[in-house]
């Protein structure tokens, strides 16, 4: 029971300093209507199949994320707070507090990049909503578990922006691999079931990643 | 700050041969001792002798590289996770939130704790107690260093610790500030375990016992 | 140690000297002849060496994993040493594999890089082995280094398994044995040969192992040498 309310107390502390400050959001979404600009420009009038497409659209996710994602971890390491919420919460504490945020992040951040697609490409046209619905969440969930762990990772490095994504990208692959293929089956709208295998994919990857990243947390936050 | 009052729990904290290297060089090491309620402790040493690894290391936010402490709660054996709540701790690189105000710090980092119900009483008794009441409602990010420093105690005292750890107690603190810390400082040792880090020979004097860090010079 | 040496240089010699000279005949006659593989040749002769460097590159990473895992058990620095001696190791034959393997896909299949499974993996292996390294050199003290490395290289193998199942979903495979033939589109190699090849294989992956782990103990005792000096400077 402790553990759920302190959990919840770190989500709670997170979001407030997010509103507050608008380290991550701003930048995020930002980044979201620049790269999507970039790819506008270079294929304006092109016709662009679903496998372009969904390739894209995930592209778009994963810069952006790496752009943001290490924020939760990053900003406590810059401020001297890290030994604070140490001495505070206990490491699974910390950890599910922080990829509950990042999940929400993560989240938010797929969903404005779909309203964006759907809006500025015309052949981004979601013909199986349900495999696109599963997809961006189990997606986006296994994304933030992933990303999580990484940046708790790179808090403790000297260069933390550039190696986010070299180390997050090796780690990503397979998850990413997956729900390009299963949004490419959205956009040709196949039937659900075509897409179950996928789905198994990235759930097993989320369960995974996060009870790895829950028994190595330990070793990452404690010095 | 009084009526809060100690809960009175039994504690010690026994330190086993404990020695930290960093970049595979032995910081201290054989560090041996054992403290029961009520106690003090000094930690002196030289500049880089690692007091403060020390202090971090009793406060279980490190780990050493040999040897061990135990912790022991009403005369059973505890983990840290357990004894963390006992434990107060002031320390140069203990940092409070910047863009919360004072009030909201000791709310949000209590409410993380968990362990006790939230107590507006007692932070408006710390809070006074250390001079900052007036500005409850300012951003950490514009307090003084020295008011940062007295919001550290308040944070520290909130959950009564029965193990107060103090490094470098009086650091960027004024008269009026050092003054609140001696009392503070006086009741703690009589009602619970205080141990100072620190390099000050008056600060280490507030302390029963004594013990020095730092390898031999070579 | 000298036995493990000498053997290595023994067996991995046999395997030059008879991977490149026995001759290939339409219709082997004795133990001395390889058969003709259409399509392929003389270029079959690249999997003596491909694929045991390959093999060596997978099992440093495996060995840097296993030193890392007793690192955060015991946090004894010297098992650091033996994990990023066997990762430097590891990336070194990775990369032997990809240019052996994009030269030889180059005359095979036409160009030098074709993502297939196979060569998606062992990319994928060597950007693991890049992000670890990149990882080591950005962090301050030895016993980080050591720690959040070893973090890394667990989490990257958790992530192995997957490949093994997502590879043959999302690409069609090239290597010998994929055509027509799933399991051969798996990272995993699946290898069917005549006897006399297949002991020379053989032979080669026992060979190029144990000269993996001759390298091996080398680098780490002179890792430890190093790591000897450098705290007598101080």
């Known amino acids: ?223 | 700050m009084e009526s809060g009052g100690h809960s009175m729990n039994r504690v010690t904290i026994t330190a086993h041969d404990v020695a930290k290297d960093f970049n595979r060089r032995q910081i201290f090491r054989d560090i041996s001792f054992s403290l029961s309620l009520p106690s003090s402790l000094a930690i002196t040493g030289k500049n880089g002798a690692g007091k403060s690894t020390l202090s971090k290391i009793l406060a279980g936010l490190i780990g050493s590289t040999r040897g061990s402490i135990t912790y022991t709660l009403n005369d059973k054996q505890v983990g840290i996770e357990k004894f963390k709540h006992s434990i107060g701790f002031v320390s140069p690189y203990l940092n409070l939130y910047d863009e919360f105000t004072a009030l909201e710090n000791l709310q949000l980092l209590s409410r993380i704790r968990a362990t006790t119900q939230q107590n507006e009483g007692r932070m408006k008794d710390l809070l006074s107690l250390v001079n900052l009441w007036q500005r409850r409602d300012d951003l950490v990010g514009t307090f003084s260093s020295g008011m940062k420093q007295r919001l550290k105690y308040a944070f520290a005292l909130l959950h009564n610790p029965n193990v107060l750890i103090l490094d470098e107690p009086t650091s960027s603190l004024d008269e009026e500030g050092i003054e609140f810390v001696q009392r503070i400082v006086r009741q703690q040792k009589e009602e619970g375990v205080l141990i100072v880090a620190t390099n000050d020979k008056e600060e280490a004097g507030w302390c029963a016992k004594e013990i020095h860090v730092g390898m031999p010079e070579r | 140690m000298k036995a493990v040496k000498y053997l290595s240089i023994i067996l991995v010699t046999f395997v030059i000297i008879a991977g490149i000279a026995i001759p290939m005949v339409p219709e082997p006659q004795s133990l001395f002849e390889f058969p003709i593989i259409p399509g392929l040749e003389d270029k079959a002769r690249n999997i003596f060496f491909h694929v045991p460097v390959a093999w060596t590159s997978v099992l440093g990473f495996l060995v840097a994993l296993y030193y890392g895992f007793k690192y955060l058990r015991t946090k004894n620095l010297d098992y650091d040493i033996q994990s990023v001696s066997s990762a430097g190791l590891g990336m070194m034959f990775c990369l032997l594999a990809t240019v052996t393997g994009s030269i030889w896909a180059k005359f095979n299949w036409g160009s030098f890089w074709n993502w297939d499974p196979r060569e998606t993996s062992i990319f994928i292996l060597l950007l693991i082995y890049g992000a670890y390294f990149a990882l080591r050199s950005a962090l301050g003290s030895d016993e980080a280094r050591a720690r959040l490395s070893a973090v890394y290289a667990i989490l990257a193998g958790l992530t192995a398994p997957f490949f093994i199942f997502i590879m043959p979903r999302i690409v069609g495979g090239l290597h010998p044995g994929a055509k027509g033939d799933t399991s051969g589109s798996t990272p995993v190699a699946q290898l069917h040969m005549p006897p006399n090849m297949r002991f020379v294989f053989f032979v080669s992956l026992i060979g190029f192992s144990l000269l993996f782990i001759w390298l091996l103990n080398v680098r780490i005792r002179a890792a430890r040498v190093e790591h000897q000096l450098s705290i007598k400077d101080h």
């Not at chain 1, 995930?58 to 001297?80: D, H, K, P, Q, Y």
């Not at chain 1, 199986?128 to 961006?136: C, D, K, N, Q, R």
Request: glycine residues 6%; hydrophobic residues 55%; proline residues 3%.
């Open chain 1, 1 to 223: 029971m402790n553990f759920i309310v302190s959990t919840w107390a770190i989500v709670v502390k997170d979001v407030r300093s997010e509103l507050r400050t608008r380290y991550a959001l701003n930048a995020l979404l930002m980044f979201v209507v620049t790269s999507v600009a970039t790819i506008l420009f270079a294929l304006r009038d092109d016709e662009l199949s679903p496998e372009i497409l969904s390739g894209m659209f995930w592209v778009v996710i994963f810069f952006t994320a790496m752009s943001g994602l290490s924020r939760i971890f990053v900003s406590e390491e810059e401020r001297g707070t890290t030994l604070t919420l140490q001495l505070v919460a206990s490491p699974s504490v910390v950890y599910f507090g922080k990829l509950l945020f990042n999940s929400g992040l993560t989240l938010i951040l797929s969903s404005a990049v779909t309203v964006l697609y759907v809006v500025v490409f015309p052949a981004f046209v979601i013909k199986s909503p349900l495999i696109f619905g599963f997809t961006v969440f189990l997606g986006s969930l296994g994304f933030a578990s992933a990303a999580t762990i990484i940046a708790a990772v790179i808090a403790k490095a000297n260069t933390k922006g550039t190696l986010y994504p070299v180390l997050s990208f090796p780690i990503l692959i397979p998850l990413l691999m997956t729900v390009m293929k299963s949004t490419a089956r959205a956009l040709d709208g196949e039937l659900f079931t075509a897409a179950l295998g996928e789905f198994q994919i990235l759930v097993s990857y989320l369960l995974v990643m996060t009870a790895g990243s829950y028994l190595l947390f330990d070793y990452v936050w404690k010095e």
